[in-house]
């Protein structure tokens, strides 16, 4: 049974900038769950919270309440390191294909809870499920059985995995309030403490295809992340990651798949490749390897082929065609109308990438809402980086569209999408890294 609480003077007090003990904060939240706080009482209580802030205990305490809502997936019977990695999402990233199957190469356990897109930024399950016959429903027993025997399984989260937090989102989507670092740090980490994973690594993406567009901002997020995972016994670690530009050559679906294949078969180089490397090797440093190791470890899988082979499993355990490691372009679907367009002259200066998102989206990629139903095998190829001669890049980008219309409809996005001038400035790959202690 709830604790007692008087509900309209604990929203007061956080209105007022008190900062709430850990009983408070469990005894508010599990009387939401129980009928005892209404919707708009908690809509209050949130939004005093985004003016306000929410505190590192603050934020611990509601992690926990939304693990003990639902049930948590026990992976302790495993043998090797589990790990578990998580992004905040952006545009063209499609690093869970690769990086995944090389943690599981390098001999970790990967059970990952992923999730579908929304807006601008793809998801991984509508990802995997471009691959024919591949299915992403799987029982936590299931999860586990699957990482026991060829150490990887990504799966969707279950109704009953922090329920409290989907009623929450749910909540904060519709008043306003996503928009507060400790709510979205409660959100990211309540959902993999409940994977069960004794490694979390984070990818917090920042830029203009990211939600957070400032790396200090991210960096920020991070160390509440950092310190949720740290203060329930969980090695954890983050990356701060550029999505200034689209990561992957490849924004959409099949598009996604093909291109991460092509990265496993090591036929594709820059900073995908190289982001997948970089994430690869963090979690394995915060799994307890040197950095020198881990560094190591990650190419060797990819170079050697063993983590494409892991990609298979993969795919065969949860039913796909597993010919889609061998062959992605015969395997995967194909769009009906695939067109070009070309920058002007000059060097790319920047990239409206949320835009590019978008475009995507438009075109069948993505979802405006939940129950959208997406075209997996529409999207773009983007070409060009920032600080790219366009003049050596033919095409700038590759259109695949469902209909001739929507061709020349992306053709004329584009125009206002990618901008040219003289010089540019290169973003970094990685603004920040807490993989230690002292790290920054």
Not at 57 to 67: H, K, L, P, R, S
Not at 157 to 183: E, H, M, N, Q
Not at 380 to 402: K, M, N, R
Request: with cysteine.
């Amino acid at each position: 049974m709830a604790e007692r609480l008087d509900v309209p003077a604990t929203i007061g007090r956080k209105r007022d900038g008190d900062e709430l003990s850990s009983r408070e904060i469990r005894a508010f939240f599990t009387a939401y769950l129980q009928g005892g706080v209404a919707e708009e009482q908690m809509a209050a209580f949130l939004m005093a919270g985004v003016l306000q802030g929410f505190s590192a205990d603050e934020a611990v305490a509601m992690t926990d309440v939304a693990v003990a809502s639902g049930d948590v997936v026990d992976l302790s019977g495993l043998a090797g390191p589990t790990v578990d990695k998580h992004s905040t999402g952006g545009v063209g990233d499609t690093t869970t294909l690769v990086v995944a199957p090389i943690l599981a190469a390098c001999g970790l356990q990967v059970a990952k809870l992923s999730g579908r897109g929304l807006g601008h930024t793809g998801g991984t399950l509508d990802k995997l499920e471009a691959i024919p016959g591949l299915g992403v429903s799987l029982s936590p027993d299931q999860v586990t059985a699957q990482v026991q025997e060829i150490g990887l399984a990504v799966a969707a989260a279950t109704a009953d995995v922090v329920p409290l937090d989907k009623r929450l989102y749910a909540l904060r989507d519709v008043t306003g309030t996503v928009a507060s670092p400790g709510l979205i740090a409660a959100s990211i980490m309540s959902k993999k403490l409940a994977g069960g994973a004794s490694t979390i690594l984070l990818d917090v993406k920042v830029g203009d295809g990211a939600f957070l567009a400032d790396p200090e901002a991210g960096l920020a997020l991070a160390r509440q992340c950092v310190a949720i995972g740290t203060a329930r016994d969980r090695a954890t670690g983050a990356l701060v990651t550029d999505m200034s530009q689209p990561l992957s050559h490849a924004v959409g679906n099949a598009l996604e798949v093909a291109h991460a294949v092509e990265v496993l078969a090591g036929d594709r180089s820059g900073r995908f490749r190289d982001l997948c490397l970089e994430l690869a090797a963090a979690a394995m440093q915060v799994s307890g390897r040197s950095a020198d190791d881990a560094r190591r470890d990650a190419r060797d899988a990819l170079d050697s082929g063993a983590a494409a082979e892991r990609l298979s499993d993969l795919v065969r355990a949860q039913g796909g065609d597993p010919a889609v490691v061998e062959t992605p372009w015969e395997v995967l679907p194909a769009a009906p109308c695939v067109g070009t367009w070309q920058a002007p002259p000059g060097v790319v200066t920047d990239i409206d990438t949320r835009g590019i998102g978008a475009l995507a989206g438009g075109l069948g990629a993505g979802r405006q809402r939940r129950d959208d139903v997406i075209d997996p095998a529409v999207g773009l190829e983007v070409w060009v980086g920032i600080g790219s001669d366009t003049a050596q890049v033919e095409p700038s980008v590759t259109i695949h569209a469902a209909s001739d219309d929507d061709l020349a409809w992306a053709r004329d996005q584009l125009d206002d999408l990618v901008h040219v001038g003289e010089r540019a400035d290169v973003p970094p790959l990685v603004h920040h890294r807490l993989l230690e202690a002292t790290s920054t």
